[in-house]
């Protein structure tokens, strides 16, 4: 029993005709807003999917309404009002960048939320600014 490889090493790239494992490669926070582009149409389906999972991770901090006025924000330092101005301009990759990696004070969710279902959560997000 050995790992396939070793720790701080990436895996090798899949074989052609591989099944992918969902890896996801590192990115810089620096590149995120351009490397990291969404590639799930904000259909009504995924929107709806989005906030079901912002309802479950994401209210606890942030509200409702994404205000940062969660319950839990109460005894936080300040929580991310996602109807900022500043987030209303990021790109949809610094949202997804935030969600897998985490900040300072907001834990990462890569463990929770699969790479499609962050783009979903990216989505509803969207529909929350244009509220």
């Not at 989005?50 to 969660?70: N, Q, S, V, W």
């Amino acid at each position: 029993n050995q790992p396939s490889f070793r720790a701080q090493e990436d895996p090798r790239p899949l074989a052609d005709g591989a099944v992918s494992s969902e890896y996801e490669a590192q990115v810089a926070k620096a590149d995120a807003e351009k490397v990291l582009i969404n590639p799930t149409p904000a259909t009504q389906k995924s929107v709806e999917q989005g906030e079901k999972l912002f309802r479950i991770y994401c209210t606890p901090c942030h509200g409702m309404a994404g205000l940062g006025d969660g319950p839990v924000a109460a005894k936080m330092a300040k929580v991310a009002n996602l109807n900022d101005e500043k987030y209303r301009k990021a790109a949809d990759g610094f949202f997804y960048y935030i969600i897998r990696y985490g900040t300072e004070i907001m834990p990462p969710q890569a463990e929770n939320l699969s790479p499609a279902e962050r783009w979903h959560v990216v989505n509803y997000i969207r529909k929350l600014e244009r509220k």
